[in-house]
């Protein structure tokens, strides 16, 4: 069995309830979805089996893993998530929640991209707040979806296809969308701000 891989690197987990924590990124390659604000490449990629993936992350000393892509549910198995556990790995994923995910993850980190949630368990619901009038009505509909986390997390614009190319209006949505943002948060206090902090930081 083969995993198209699209990239391996070494970083701080920069979203979400992990923030902070030093993991290897795997990212798969191709998704099941276009979303005209994705801020990621991922379409090349090369075949690996489990042995070599295990080996390439080895050489990191985190033993906390973000499967990401992509769309990882695409491609991830439980045979893969257990050889990892083998080799003390805590496996988290971070999925648009489309496709079904082995249960044996760790953690999952759930995106929501639509209404189809189907990947089975979710400790954490991250949204993405995009401020087109309706992501309090999303807010409330993803409230419902059991996890032990609820973060709203601001669009970034700067990678947008769906607004100008140009740098001074990126700059005002982008500052637009964080007002915005925080107004939602105080109104839902359940929910919590997920920044890209490695954004901020600009590392990977
Ligand atoms: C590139 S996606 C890959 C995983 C999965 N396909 C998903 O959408 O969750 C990784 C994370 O980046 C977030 N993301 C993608 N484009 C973004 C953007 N322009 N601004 C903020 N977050 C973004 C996604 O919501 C997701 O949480
Ligand atoms: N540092 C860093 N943290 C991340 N968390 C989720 C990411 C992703 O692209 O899935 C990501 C990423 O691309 N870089
Ligand atoms: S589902 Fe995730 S990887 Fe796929 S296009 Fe949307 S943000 Fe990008
Ligand atoms: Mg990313």
Same mark, same amino acid.
């Given at each position: 069995?083969?995993?198209?891989?699209?990239e391996?690197?070494?970083?701080?987990?920069?979203?979400?309830?992990?923030?902070?924590v030093?993991?290897?990124?795997?990212?798969?390659?191709?998704?099941?979805?276009?979303c005209?604000?994705?801020?990621?490449?991922h379409?090349d990629?090369?075949?690996m089996?489990?042995?070599?993936?295990v080996?390439?992350?080895?050489?990191?000393?985190?033993?906390?893993?973000?499967?990401?892509?992509?769309?990882p549910?695409?491609?991830?198995?439980?045979?893969?998530?257990?050889?990892?556990?083998?080799?003390?790995?805590?496996?988290?994923?971070?999925?648009?929640?489309?496709?079904?995910l082995? =249960?044996? $993850?760790?953690?999952?980190?759930?995106?929501?991209?639509?209404?189809? #949630? &189907? %990947?089975?368990?979710?400790?954490?619901i991250?949204l993405?707040y995009?401020?087109?009038?309706?992501d309090?009505?999303r807010?409330?509909r993803?409230?419902?979806?059991e996890?032990r986390?609820y973060?709203?997390?601001?669009?970034?614009?700067?990678?947008?296809?769906l607004?100008?190319?140009?740098? =001074?209006? $990126?700059e005002c949505?982008?500052?637009?969308?964080?007002?915005?943002c #925080? &107004? %939602?948060l105080?109104?839902?206090?359940?929910?919590?701000?997920?920044?890209q902090?490695?954004?901020l930081?600009?590392?990977?």
């Amino acid at each position: 069995m083969t995993y198209k891989v699209n990239e391996i690197f070494y970083s701080l987990q920069g979203e979400g309830f992990h923030t902070g924590v030093p993991a290897v990124f795997l990212r798969f390659s191709g998704c099941n979805l276009k979303c005209p604000f994705c801020d990621t490449l991922h379409a090349d990629g090369r075949e690996m089996d489990a042995d070599e993936i295990v080996r390439l992350i080895s050489s990191y000393p985190s033993r906390h893993v973000v499967i990401t892509g992509g769309e990882p549910a695409m491609q991830l198995d439980a045979a893969l998530v257990d050889r990892l556990h083998e080799n003390g790995w805590f496996v988290q994923v971070e999925t648009n929640g489309t496709l079904p995910l082995p =249960g044996n $993850v760790d953690w999952v980190t759930c995106s929501p991209k639509t209404d189809r #949630i &189907a %990947c089975g368990r979710v400790d954490e619901i991250k949204l993405l707040y995009m401020a087109d009038g309706y992501d309090a009505e999303r807010m409330e509909r993803f409230s419902a979806v059991e996890a032990r986390s609820y973060s709203l997390q601001p669009c970034d614009c700067s990678v947008s296809d769906l607004h100008e190319d140009d740098g =001074g209006a $990126v700059e005002c949505r982008n500052k637009f969308i964080l007002e915005e943002c #925080i &107004a %939602c948060l105080k109104a839902n206090p359940q929910w919590r701000l997920s920044l890209q902090t490695h954004k901020l930081l600009d590392i990977r």
